[in-house]
Each structure stands twice: as structure tokens, then as C-alpha cells.
């Protein structure tokens, strides 16, 4: 089944630098790939996905990457803020057309002011 | 906005108590999960539902049962509750056919059983 593999498990950087986290998976069929943001108290928010057909996708200043042929995606954060200071899990789903996601094991982000 | 409630942020429990963690949706949305969430262990699937009366189970389902009579709402059962299920409960929803797998979390329910 599917395996997913999150590092690192945490994470300091001092306000403006960047960040990233990085994820693996085994399950070759898998092709789509979350990420969500856990702030303290709440639930996992959805914040960028990328499906298996594309390389890299940008939103403001997070971007996700994917390579397929190594199996692994990464999230890249810019600019950090102190809002960025949260969990962040990546996800995969064991093959295709399944939304039983197998998650990471979640990054602590701290953003150092 | 989808809304998912978890009914109970925190409960304090005996053991071999029984326990419901009821869960509610309003967006119409064909799935409902139960996650589990612990320290260094990520999110894990206990059951999931893709409509009324329907289940499947999770990657950890022993010691848990749900129940699906509505559409919108989800209960996870715990029949005879023990230490190890000490831990944060989390609700999610989503639709069957969307162009993502958007899953809509709720804020959580920790459980602490003594």
C-alpha cells in the first residue's frame, strides 16, 4: 500500500527566509497530491494541490513541486511570515480515483520574527 | 463556507465508558471521515463513509465503530473506551465528484481517557 514519508518533522527560520518541506511516496498509480496548514486549535485547511500531470504549481508565495519519476513532492514557502507558524501534512492517496488520503507525518513550521 | 462540527472539543472519559464523537456537515457532501491524530504519527484514517448507511474501514479501525443515518452527520463510537484511545479526533468531509479531493476539516475533538 501506500507509504508516505514527511521531513523535517521541524522546521525554524527567521522571518523572511524560505522554507521547505519535503515528501515522498511509493505508490506509483498515486496523482494527486495535498498539502494543508494546521494552525493551532483548528482543523487541517486545505492551502495548494497538485495533480500527477504537472511539475509545479504557484500560489502567491507557496509553490508545490513533483517529480515522478523520484516519487517525491515539495513544498516551498517565501517570504515567510509569522502567520506561516503552523503544521503542515502532505498527502497521497493509494492509487488513483480514491480519496483515502495516507498522510504524512506533519512539519512544525516556527517562523522567527 | 463549508462548515464541519465536531459537536465536543474536549471530553474527559472513563475507561470502558462508551463514547460518541458526533460530526455534522452542511454542504451536502457525499463523504465523511474520522481521523486520528497523534504526535509524530500524522493523520490516520479510522473510517470513512461514501454515503447514508455505508462504511468503510480505515487504517486503524479496532476499537471503533460509526454510524451514517444521515447525510449530513457522522458519529464515531467507541464501545468500550481504554487509555490508548487517548488522542485528538478529527471530522472531515468532501464530495465524491469534485475536481479535487478537497477534504473540509472540522476543529477537532481531544479525548483524554483515564
Known amino acids: 500500500g501506500e507509504n508516505v514519508e514527511q521531513h523535517p518533522s521541524t522546521l525554524s527560520v527567521q522571518e523572511g527566509d524560505s522554507a521547505v518541506i519535503k515528501c515522498t511516496y511509493s505508490?506509483?498509480?498515486?496523482?494527486?497530491f495535498p498539502w494543508y496548514k494546521q494552525e493551532l486549535g483548528k482543523g487541517p485547511q486545505l492551502i495548494i494541490d497538485?495533480?500527477?500531470?504537472?511539475g509545479e504549481k504557484k500560489d502567491q508565495r507557496i509553490a508545490v513541486t513533483l517529480n515522478k519519476t523520484a516519487k517525491h513532492f515539495s513544498l516551498h514557502i517565501t517570504e515567510t511570515q509569522p502567520e506561516d507558524s503552523a503544521v503542515y501534512f502532505c498527502?497521497?492517496?493509494?492509487?488513483?480515483?480514491?480519496?483515502?488520503?495516507?498522510f504524512g507525518t506533519g512539519t512544525r513550521l516556527k517562523v522567527l520574527a | 463556507d463549508v462548515k464541519v462540527t465536531q459537536s465536543s472539543r474536549y471530553l474527559v472519559k472513563r475507561t470502558g465508558e462508551k463514547v460518541f464523537l458526533e460530526c455534522v456537515q452542511d454542504?451536502?457532501?457525499?463523504?465523511m471521515f474520522w481521523y486520528r491524530q497523534d504526535p509524530g504519527l500524522g493523520l490516520r484514517l479510522i473510517y470513512f463513509?461514501?454515503?447514508?448507511?455505508?462504511?468503510e474501514k480505515g487504517d486503524i479501525p479496532e476499537g471503533y465503530s460509526v454510524s451514517r443515518e444521515k447525510k449530513e452527520r457522522f458519529s464515531l463510537i467507541l464501545e468500550s473506551a481504554s487509555t490508548n484511545q487517548t488522542s485528538m479526533y478529527l471530522c472531515?468531509?468532501?464530495?465524491?465528484?469534485?475536481?479535487?479531493?478537497?477534504?473540509?476539516f472540522g476543529e477537532g475533538s481531544r479525548l483524554t481517557v483515564l
Open positions: 463513509s461514501y454515503d447514508v448507511k455505508m462504511k
Open positions: 454542504m451536502d457532501h457525499e463523504n
Open positions: 497538485i495533480r500527477s500531470n504537472v
Open positions: 472531515a468531509s468532501s464530495f465524491r465528484l469534485a475536481d479535487t479531493g478537497e477534504l473540509f
Open positions: 498527502a497521497a492517496p493509494p492509487g488513483s480515483g480514491t480519496y483515502k488520503y495516507i
Open positions: 505508490d506509483s498509480a498515486s496523482n494527486y
